[in-house]
């Protein structure tokens, strides 16, 4: 996905004057994620890893469940490029960047057992992804690029798959779901792990 980010950015910077605002919002917000992933993925501990762990999450392989991510990622924030008169679309992965920013800070504070307050993502979650979130919303809305039913369009672009996409990895590992979002809400809200 990294390459592809690269390539994204490449392209955003040959292209920018001729892009819509939604274009601009999904490129920067895809190569935001790119970078992101590779903090949340690839760093000691993981994100994901650290998930699975503190909720009881059985996934003994996560190449898939990652590989369902990384396909989640390409529609939301790359399939947009390609229909920039769809601003919906292209504003969904705001809904995102504010996701990110909870989760991050959230696991950080209720996952974490390290003495540290982080979590894998949380620095590009907050650095990156905030900051372009905000603009991303100031945007949208000081250039009046969408109406009501817009935005439901862009959070349900978010959310169904998202949640289609949850629901299949936790069928995948034998758990049922109603088990997991119980997991999910005790780890998030109950006594704090350490």
């Not at 890893?49 to 996560?62: A, L, Q, S, W």
């Not at 705001?94 to 307050?117: I, P, T, W």
Request: net charge positive.
């Amino acid at each position: 996905m990294m390459l592809l980010g690269v390539g994204v950015a490449v392209w955003t910077l040959c292209c920018w004057s001729k892009m819509a605002p939604t274009q601009h919002i999904a490129a920067l917000f895809f190569i935001a994620i790119s970078l992101h992933c590779v903090e949340e993925m690839k760093l000691p501990g993981g994100f994901v890893d650290m998930v699975v762990k503190f909720i009881g999450f059985p996934v003994v392989d996560m190449r898939l469940p990652k590989l369902l991510l990384t396909l989640f990622v390409v529609y939301l924030a790359f399939v947009p490029l390609f229909f920039p008169h769809m601003a919906w679309m292209g504003a969904a992965p705001l809904y995102l960047g504010v996701v990110e920013v909870v989760a991050h800070l959230l696991a950080a504070a209720r996952m974490n057992s390290r003495k540290v307050f982080y979590s894998p993502g949380m620095v590009t979650a907050l650095v990156i992804m905030l900051p372009l979130t905000v603009w991303g919303f100031y945007t949208v809305i000081s250039q009046h690029l969408l109406s009501g039913l817009d935005w439901l369009w862009a959070f349900l672009y978010l959310f169904i798959p998202l949640i289609i996409t949850q629901r299949f990895v936790v069928k995948m590992s034998g758990m049922p779901y109603r088990e997991f979002v119980g997991n999910a809400v005790k780890t998030l809200f109950g006594k704090k792990n350490v």
